[in-house]
Nanobody, 122 residues
Framework: QVQLVESGGGLVPAGGSLRLSCAAS????????MAWFRQAPGKEREFVAG????????TYADSVKGRFTISRDNAKNTVYLQMNSLKPEDTAVYYC???????????????WGQGTQVTVSS
């Protein structure tokens, strides 16, 4: 069973930055495309960003383009999300996940970590 541990969340003012990390315990991390999702209170979980196995292909939700950057370190089994110019509407619990494809539908993933809370104050 895959274990995903997200970290790096916190409380920041609008315009601030945070860097999230997600450590995955899988046999071959480089076999998985990885993605970040988020879920705000009362809302469904939504796709934020995705990265291919080698890191060569990146995809972003329109709401975060130009502000967030996804990256990965296959030697460390870790995927990152650098978040700049944060807005109050970015407030959510952030989750990562991995699969054989970059699925934007969170229902395509079986296991989830505990997530990390990001709160952006106005």
């Amino acid at each position: 069973q895959v274990q995903l541990v997200e970290s790096g969340g916190g409380l920041v003012p609008a315009g601030g930055s945070l860097r999230l990390s997600c450590a995955a315990s899988v046999r071959t991390f480089s076999n998985y495309h990885m993605a970040w999702f988020r879920q705000a209170p009362g809302k469904e979980r939504e796709f934020v960003a995705g990265i291919s196995r080698s890191g060569g292909t990146l995809t972003y939700a329109d709401s975060v383009k130009g502000r967030f950057t996804i990256s990965r370190d296959n030697a460390k089994n870790t995927v990152y999300l650098q978040m700049n110019s944060l807005k109050p509407e970015d407030t959510a619990v952030y989750y990562c996940n991995g699969a054989r494809f970059i699925y934007s539908d969170p229902k395509r993933y079986d296991y989830w970590g505990q997530g990390t809370q990001v709160t952006v104050s106005s």
